[in-house]
């Protein structure tokens, strides 16, 4: 057996997705403008995106469909969209078990990142029998908006630590038997099995203020 239908062999046998391991569920209304960056981080790491939208009235949504790993739905309606946006993003990622070995929750304007390589690091995780990761915030601060076919972890290096920004937004979905985060994911309960790595290499980068 080859070394890539191995590893898609094992992956399948415990329960992980074999050939597109990492998915990421997100939420939007109107960010046409940080879309472009969202996707230039995100695609290398992911292989399947799933965008509930809010009703975004801006290119949005035609930014979202010109990429060929995003998966585009409607947010349901209710009373309060943050509750709505809670509610979903309690559940969504559930119909990744047995189909990913992570997923990720995030905003457009949030980008998961580790100093290495958050893909290669999210299989090395994989091995060590770890289940889900909980990032380190900081909220990012640039005086000009970047250019547009900018990085932003590349280019915007300049953040202010933010402990309301230390979400739980990285799980393995099939070790997770629920998440329960309270409106804005500031905080979460999970249950399941919980194995974090020892030490928190992950940063989630908020880039809200540029």
């Not at 290495?116 to 029998?129: D, T």
Request: net charge neutral; glycine share 4%.
């Amino acid at each position: 057996m080859d070394v890539a239908r191995e590893r898609v062999f094992h992956r399948a046998a415990n329960g992980g997705s074999g050939e597109d391991p990492h998915h990421l569920c997100a939420t939007c209304w109107n960010e046409e403008r940080m879309i472009p960056f969202f996707l230039r981080h995100d695609e290398p790491i992911v292989d399947r995106i799933v965008v509930f939208d809010d009703g975004s009235s801006d290119r949005s949504l035609e930014l979202l469909a010109a990429s060929p790993k995003v998966q585009l739905r409607r947010l349901k309606r209710g009373e309060s969209s943050i509750l709505m946006q809670m509610e979903e993003l309690n559940h969504c990622w559930k119909e990744s078990r047995r189909r990913a070995d992570w997923v990720m929750i995030c905003d457009i304007d949030e980008h998961l990142y580790h100093h290495k390589q958050l893909r290669a690091y999210l299989e090395q995780c994989k091995s060590n029998g770890v289940t889900i990761i909980n990032p380190i915030g900081y909220d990012m601060v640039n005086a000009d908006f970047p250019e547009a076919n900018s990085v932003l972890a590349e280019s915007i290096r300049r953040g202010i630590r933010s402990f309301l920004l230390d979400k739980k937004a990285v799980f393995d979905p099939s070790a997770i038997e629920k998440i329960n985060y309270t409106p804005g994911r500031h905080i979460a309960s999970p249950t399941g099995r919980l194995v974090f790595p020892p030490k928190r290499e992950v940063k989630i980068l908020h880039y809200k203020y540029l």
